[in-house]
């Protein structure tokens, strides 16, 4: 069924979402929704159902029920995973996963959306994308001193602002990034809450974090998942403070 509500301005619209793994309900009639241009931090307990609601999103995993639609009107449900990718929704994994025997500029390159057609490759052309465009992308990702680099010589913490300049390369609407500052330090830490901020000017950004602090940081509404639904939403103060969420994280 195509929602019928003011949907325009939303990037991502779920509803009545469900997902069951083998008599177990990972997603539960969960109700989310993202406006075009908005950043949000999804937060909650080890299993709460944050990796199967980004699995949804992006085609990986089918719902048993629900409505999830992309910009407005998309139905994401009878999409396949390529075909949602195409759309412009990005996914960035946990585990960085650059090409370390590549430069730090050639990642980007290899990642750059080809955008004159299958011909250029034969001829070439894919050596003379712009190189403002990389260096751009360089920059808001911190890496621009970096870029001859070897991938394979970075930092932890530098391979995944590479990567989220991989996903950036695609041009997405919609970028979805998974735990992106566990196993950095403090520094990286903050320096990628202010990289994702940057990026929020003209994307919208879904961020599945456990470091509240970092959360903090992002400076966005923030939505609590616990057994598959929607157990809080607001700003970081608001559910930090809220006695349902301070019960689920402290009961465990
Ligand atoms: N393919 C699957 N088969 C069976 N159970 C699954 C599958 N995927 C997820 N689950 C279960 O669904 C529940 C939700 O898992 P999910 O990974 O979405 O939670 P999470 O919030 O991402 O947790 P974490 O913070 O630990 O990554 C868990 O109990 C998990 O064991």
Redesign the pocket.
């Known amino acids: 069924m195509i929602p019928d509500r003011g949907l325009t301005n939303t990037v991502l619209y779920l509803d009545g979402v469900s997902?069951t793994?083998?008599g177990?309900?990972?997603?539960n009639n969960l109700a989310l929704t993202l406006e075009h241009g908005e950043m949000r931090a999804i937060i909650?307990?080890?299993?709460?159902?944050?990796?199967?609601?980004?699995?949804i999103i992006t085609g990986k995993?089918k719902p048993d029920e629900g409505d999830v639609y992309f910009d407005g009107t998309t139905d994401l449900t009878t999409l396949d995973e390529a075909s949602i990718a195409n759309l412009g929704i990005g996914r960035k994994f946990q585990k960085p996963t650059v090409f370390e025997s590549h430069t730090v500029a050639d990642n980007i390159r290899l990642a750059l959306k080809d955008e004159r057609g299958p011909w250029s490759a034969l001829f070439g052309a894919r050596n003379r994308i712009a190189p403002e465009r990389i260096e751009h992308i360089l920059e808001i990702v911190r890496l621009i001193d970096h870029h001859e680099r070897l991938a394979a010589d970075l930092s932890h913490g530098q391979k995944q602002w590479l990567e989220i300049g991989m996903l950036l390369a695609q041009d997405p609407k919609l970028l979805l990034v998974d735990?992106p500052v566990a196993g950095m330090t403090d520094a990286e830490t903050a320096d990628t809450a202010r990289l994702l901020r940057e990026i929020a000017r003209d994307h919208s950004v879904v961020v599945?974090e456990?470091d509240m602090a970092f959360v903090r940081d992002l400076d966005c509404k923030v939505t609590v998942?616990h057994e598959?639904s929607v157990l809080a939403e607001g700003t970081i103060d608001a559910v930090s403070s809220n006695e349902r969420v301070i019960e689920v994280y402290l009961g465990r």
Not at 24 to 27: K, S
């Open positions: 997902k793994f083998d177990f309900r990972a997603i909650g307990p080890n299993g709460a159902g944050k990796t199967t609601m980004m699995d995993t735990e599945v456990h998942l598959g």
